[in-house]
């Protein structure tokens, strides 16, 4: 049969006609991201990567297939994994009918004009005055990035899901032990082993707990659990958008939506800044952290999302350093597609990955691997950027939490490089900032990000207006 694949056309590793093993193994070993986009250096933009796989780069392969239709294609079994209390949230419904149906509940409480209102607004910026607080306390030593960004992103998701029940674990040690929970998981190896092989899972399930552990969030069930059934959250929250009798969802639905948003706004925002700012502390970006707290110093008063330079940072760091960097699945329609000049049958699965869409193409990016803020401020060619800017997946359903995200990630910025200077502490190495995927996001292989943070004094302050 592997000889009459109608995927034998397509560029790839001769053993992709015959087996996924190598692939699997990839993704056991937290490396499937690099696996990838090796295979696209090598082949091309469209590469097969298994014997019913393929995956693209090509603004026109995202635009069929995250597009297409409003949605683009329906989701593979793959986010099963991410099933909550047994249930279908907005991230894992399959079918693009059942996803519209929530999405139009849920959208409006993500939307720009809800997220820059003041009580959702005034939230995210008591939550960046508290991480400031830590860098603070911190000067003269260092502090771990990695726990006390997504600290702070869980802190800014709950306020958006649940205000005035959202978490503090900025400043409460019990909170703080929810986010480490949820952020320190290590469940990828065993729940690889459930998806791929649920009989195996079954019978061995017990023994395989000594060598890969299950997720198990107890912490965070009770946190959503109690906090998911309260009514009289703010008019902003989705918990108050859930609750509207006209939607006839029931509690575990609602909990099983919340826990979802929440683990999607931990790590997402979490590892994006950390991998960012540790990008901003190299020598190598000294130019780019000065110009930034120029930019910062000298517009005092203006909206975070009215700042180009650090618009350019973020946008810069999202290109580099994914926070999902990963293939995001979908089925080839029955009846079958054509993707940049490939037949594809129905039932194929197809994906594009957000760190090679953003790097293979070098007529748009060039120099693919340096970061540099500026080529987003280059006015030439912009289109074409932003329509391969992939971090937060395309059409209608990309992500929903974007402009939450970016609002958390440039107030993050703006009120760290205001006061302060970031260097790398020198216990950190290269190795500890390398990606570890997990099933669709990526993390700091060492989980751990120690930086020293330099109070910027008078002195510094007036030179660098100069
Ligand atoms: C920098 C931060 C973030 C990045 C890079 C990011 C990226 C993404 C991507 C790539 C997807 C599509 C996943 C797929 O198709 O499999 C997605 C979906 C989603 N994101 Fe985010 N995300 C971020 C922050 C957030 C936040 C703060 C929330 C909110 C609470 C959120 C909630 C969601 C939800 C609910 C979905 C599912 C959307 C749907 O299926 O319609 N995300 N995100």
Request: glycine share 6%; proline share 6%.
């Amino acid at each position: 049969q592997a000889f009459l694949s109608p995927l034998n056309k397509i560029p790839g590793p001769w053993y992709t006609k015959f087996t996924s093993l190598p692939l699997k193994w990839r993704e056991f070993r937290a490396e499937r991201t690099t696996h990838v986009h090796r295979l696209h250096l090598r082949y091309g933009p469209t590469v097969r990567i298994a014997p019913n796989e393929v995956a693209f780069t090509s603004m026109s392969a995202v635009k069929e297939i995250y597009c297409s239709g409003g949605s683009g294609y329906d989701k593979t079994e793959f986010y099963d994994m991410f099933k909550v209390y047994g249930r279908r949230t907005m991230f894992t419904t399959l079918n693009k009918d059942h996803h519209a149906k929530r999405k139009r509940i849920l959208a409006d409480r993500y939307a720009n004009t809800n997220i820059v209102k003041r009580p959702s607004l005034d939230g995210i910026s008591e939550r960046a005055a508290n991480f400031v607080q830590r860098c603070a306390e911190s000067v003269n030593g260092s502090l771990d990035l990695y726990i006390y960004l997504h600290s702070y992103a869980f802190d800014c998701v709950t306020h958006h899901l649940f205000h005035p029940y959202g978490a503090d674990s900025l400043r409460d040690i019990k909170d703080e032990e929810i986010m480490r929970e949820v952020t320190f998981d290590d469940s990828l190896q065993n729940r690889l082993i459930g998806y791929y092989s649920p009989t195996l899972h079954k019978i061995f399930g017990k023994i395989l707990y000594f060598f890969a552990k299950p997720r198990e969030t107890p912490l965070a069930d009770d946190f959503i659990l109690g906090t998911s059934s309260k009514t009289d959250t703010a008019p902003f929250t989705l918990l108050d958008r859930l609750h509207e009798p006209v939607f006839e969802l029931d509690e575990l639905d609602i909990a099983a939506e919340c826990l979802d948003h929440m683990a999607a706004g931990i790590d997402t925002t979490g590892d994006g800044l950390c991998f960012l700012m540790w990008e901003l502390s190299q020598p190598s970006s000294a130019n780019h952290q000065r110009r930034l707290r120029e930019e910062l110093l000298a517009n005092p008063g203006a909206s975070f999302d009215k700042l180009p330079f650090l618009d350019a940072v973020v946008m810069e760091g999202l290109r580099c350093f994914p926070p999902i960097p990963m293939s995001l699945p979908r089925y080839v329609p029955d009846g079958g597609r054509v993707i940049d000049g490939y037949s594809l049958p129905g039932g194929a699965i197809v994906s594009c990955q957000a760190y090679s869409v953003q790097r293979v193409d070098e007529s748009v990016f060039p120099d693919p691997n340096t970061f540099k803020p500026d080529r987003w401020l280059d006015g030439m060619d912009d289109a074409e950027r932003k329509r391969l800017f992939f971090a937060f997946s395309n059409g209608g359903r990309g992500c929903v939490g974007k402009h939450l995200a970016l609002a958390e990630m440039k107030i993050l910025l703006r009120a760290v490089y205001s006061k302060f200077n970031t260097v790398p502490d020198k216990t950190m190495t290269m190795t500890d900032m390398e990606m570890s995927d997990q099933l669709i996001s990526s993390r700091p292989l060492g989980q751990r990000c120690l930086l020293s943070f330099i109070p910027i004094n008078e002195g510094a302050n007036s030179r660098s207006q100069q």
